[in-house]
């Protein structure tokens, strides 16, 4: 049976020498592995609960007066837009779970993006001969915190009317350009004319998600290309050379599977169970309207920390307002962090000399500047991500709104520098805590029951068995 | 029993040795592997749990249950759940999870790559006037490109950034509320904000919307061509943040005069902080201009009426913002 399929398969395709590689392909065999595909997962989930909700949605501000299950906002004038927002969650059965899954799969995406980020990073999976993946996964991640934003600016709602207002005072602020820019994405000064919205929407539906699919497709045709890079292998192997692995099948296909459907379940449980976005309570959107303790979903809050930590003053000279204020924290900022990501291999090679492939990861420890410039860097950041709760934080815990912006002002510049230092010191010592129980165990292999005095340790040069200290054996065959 | 058994065995050997003349033995890829009977009622019995939540889930979707999206939630994730764990069940104790040595590929192959370039090269060697070729295809590249990025000027009006100095505010119109009543000065209190909107006018233009405050008159502290701008103390401006167009929706008021701030209107967005006293001037946060204010009348009738234009154009700053007033033209 299997066998008349398979014939039947390669004598039309010649596909059988190819489908027998990808069998036999080898998954290394880490949990950090495996955030990568969760996000790989959430993207599937979000792609499915999608189409369903563009089946119901109307993208549309023409105006309409609401006659709906949701008896607060009965009568009441809203765009065709949230009016069908509201009828996904009230008048659709299923309709609720499935926009509410959607939403968290989109917050679930960014953040299995940016925490295998940060597992690449600090292990050095990026260095060659993965750069361009590397590359390509962080535009994926900018891609997808676009398309999260548009998707929840869609829904016309107070809280996306007002994510729209400071994206359009954002693009307005980008120098020399900014009026026309903004100009041409919305059509019309704020809050644009009837074609920006099927700007957004035809932007969130197809060319966004295209977007990441196609960018995600050359993600992983990469990562297939090179093979997965891993941690030092056990074995007596040379982990630069041989891949130690599960085959794609039978190993890997059912777990990854059920990673998957884990990923979708928790999705669906919380779309279920935990409320995210009830737009109904936060009525539609008009420009002379807003509301206090406002906050956009996670992944923006670092560029709302940024647009509140800024003093006030636009850059003005003759007249002319030559940086408007969103600019730093909206724009600048964001393209900083991008620039340093994708510039970070090739600033590396340049200051290591490192240009050989590298397919061995390493520990944070084993790269102490790069731990250090990237704890710094992630440290600046999540400060400045921070800093976007503020307002909460003075309704919670009661410290006031601008001692906290005075703090951060300073703080975003002093703690980064002093983690920086602690954790490059922190690496050293755990590296030498590593060679004094190496050599310990060089020691006791080489002589084992030879009366030694107590404390004493015979000295490498002795021992015959351990490596001189600093040779290129100790450093890469680590056991 | 015994018998029995040995009977089988020896049908299983004739069966082999019958079998052998078929299909000829070939190695192992797959490393074999021990059975594991529990394991296998465990995916059973897991695949068992996941169809039971699926019918679960038909049934509530039918039905209508109550707290619909709940229990929905509930049976589809558990039905995904168990039949994730069947799945990893499967994966860890059904199949074999060898670990295979695999050859990391070569990182390129230097004589493909010097073919490659080979053949580049090669092909351009009929060519005489590389530069001169290679100028008017540069040309004809940018003229097409440019050609074909043009119709992208549509989108918007690019180039005419008048509507961005629009404002539908003019000496003489009156200020209504939310449902087109026009504001008299008698209702505006002292610690309270009002919006307003221009009468008969599109209230979705970010010029549009105004907060209007009272004051003590001998508590202002206006520029001095701005001193019969709000009349018995009362002050507009524009409810839209000249930081990032949010709306001014909070009002600090003090409560006690003596210890708390002054008053000021504060954008919630990025918490730009706004001194109503002396004309809209930026007390704190990010802002880069002062809050737009409007000159208002009392007429005959009581009603608020707008004295005139903002005193600059509303909503954020862009490169031309600070060169014009704004016009309701």
């Known amino acids: 049976m299997i066998r008349r399929l398979v014939t039947f398969v390669d004598e039309r395709s010649g596909a059988a020498p190819l489908l027998r590689k990808t069998l036999r392909y080898a998954f290394p065999d880490h949990w950090s592995f495996l955030l990568g595909e969760v996000a790989l997962y959430a993207f599937v989930v979000l792609v499915a609960t999608g189409i369903y909700l563009t089946l119901f949605f109307e993208p549309s501000t023409a105006k309409t007066v609401y006659h709906g299950a949701y008896e607060p906002l009965q009568g009441m004038e809203m765009s065709k837009a949230y009016a069908s927002a509201i009828h996904i969650s009230f008048d659709v059965k299923a309709g609720l779970l499935i926009r509410q899954t959607h939403h968290w799969a989109a917050d679930v995406f960014v953040a299995a993006i940016v925490l295998h980020l940060i597992r690449v990073f600090f292990t050095g999976a990026y260095r060659k001969p993965r750069e361009l993946t590397y590359l390509i996964g962080v535009l994926l991640l900018f891609t997808a915190l676009l398309e999260g934003y548009l998707g929840y600016s869609m829904v016309d709602d107070l809280l996306s009317g007002m994510g729209l207002a400071i994206g359009y005072g954002v693009a307005l602020s980008v120098p020399f350009v900014g009026a026309n820019l903004a100009l041409a994405i919305w059509g019309h000064p704020f809050p644009g004319n009837a074609d920006f919205w099927s700007r957004m929407y035809i932007a969130h539906v197809l060319i966004f998600p295209v977007l990441i699919g196609g960018l995600l497709t050359a993600h992983l045709a990469l990562v297939a290309s090179r093979h997965h890079s891993q941690f030092r292998p056990r074995r007596k192997v040379n982990g630069e050379r041989k891949l130690i692995g599960v085959p794609t099948f039978p190993g890997q296909a059912p777990r990854s599977l059920g990673l998957m459907l884990a990923v979708a379940a928790v999705l669906v449980l919380l779309g279920g169970l935990v409320q995210i976005n009830p737009i109904w309570l936060w009525g539609p959107y008009h420009v002379s309207q807003g509301t206090n303790g406002a906050q956009p979903d996670w992944y923006l809050g670092w560029l709302i920390g940024a647009l509140r930590l800024m003093p006030h003053f636009d850059v003005v000279v003759w007249n002319r307002t030559l940086v408007p204020n969103p600019f730093w924290g909206g724009i600048l900022f964001p393209m900083l962090v991008m620039v340093a990501l994708i510039a970070w291999p090739w600033l590396e090679q340049r200051f290591t000399r490192d240009r050989r492939p590298h397919n061995v990861l390493q520990r944070p420890r084993d790269a102490p500047v790069r731990t250090a410039i990237g704890s710094g860097f992630l440290a600046w950041v999540v400060m400045i991500f921070t800093f976007g709760a503020a307002d909460r934080v003075y309704v919670f815990l009661g410290i006031p709104y601008e001692t906290q912006l005075w703090f951060f002002r300073v703080a975003i510049w002093i703690v980064p520098v002093l983690l920086g230092v602690v954790v490059y010191r922190l690496c050293l010592a755990l590296r030498e805590k590593e060679e004094v129980e190496r050599d310990q165990q060089a020691a006791v292999r080489s002589a084992p029951p030879s009366p030694r005095p107590e404390g004493s340790f015979p000295r490498r040069a002795e021992t015959g068995a351990a490596p001189p200290p600093g040779s290129s054996e100790g450093r890469t065959r680590r056991r | ?329």
């Open chain 2, 1 to 329: 029993m015994k018998i029995g058994r040995k009977t089988l065995a020896a049908l299983g050997v004739l069966g082999l040795l019958a079998g052998k003349g078929k299909r000829p033995r070939r190695e192992r890829i797959v490393a074999a592997g021990d059975p594991d009977r529990r394991a296998e009622l465990v995916v059973v019995a897991l695949l068992l749990a996941a169809s039971a939540c699926a019918l679960m889930f038909l049934v509530v979707y039918a039905l209508d249950w109550s707290n619909l999206t709940q229990w929905l939630g509930l049976c589809l994730g558990g039905a995904l759940i168990f039949l994730a764990a069947a799945l990893i069940v499967f994966g860890q104790r059904l199949v074999v999870t060898e670990q295979l040595e695999e050859d990391y590929p070569e990182a390129g192959e230097p004589e493909e790559q010097i073919a490659v370039e080979q053949i580049v090269r090669e092909s351009g060697s009929k060519i005489t006037r590389k530069r001169l070729l290679g100028g008017a295809a540069g040309l004809a590249g940018g003229a097409f490109g440019a050609a074909l990025i043009a119709p992208a000027a549509s989108l918007g009006p690019v180039l005419d950034t008048e509507s961005l100095y629009y404002s539908p505010w003019h000496r003489g119109r009156r200020l209504v509320d939310e449902d087109g009543k026009p504001w008299s000065a008698d209702d505006i209190e002292e610690e309270a904000f009002y919006t307003a909107y221009p009468e008969d006018a599109d209230r979705e233009e970010l010029a549009a919307p105004l907060v209007m405050v009272r004051l003590q008159p001998a508590a202002l502290d206006l520029p001095a061509e701005r001193k019969d701008w709000a009349p018995e103390g009362i002050l507009a401006y524009s409810k839209i943040c000249p930081h990032a167009a949010c709306a001014i929706a909070l009002y600090r008021t003090p409560r006690f005069e003596e210890a708390e701030p002054a008053p000021a209107l504060v954008c919630p967005c990025h918490y730009s902080t706004f001194n109503p006293a002396d004309g809209g001037t930026v007390e704190f946060g990010p802002a880069g201009r002062n809050l737009p204010q409007l000159p208002l009348m009392i007429d005959d009738a009581g009603h608020l009426r707008a004295a005139g234009q903002f005193s600059e154009p509303v909503g954020p700053s862009f490169w031309g913002i600070r060169t014009r007033r704004p016009s309701s033209s």
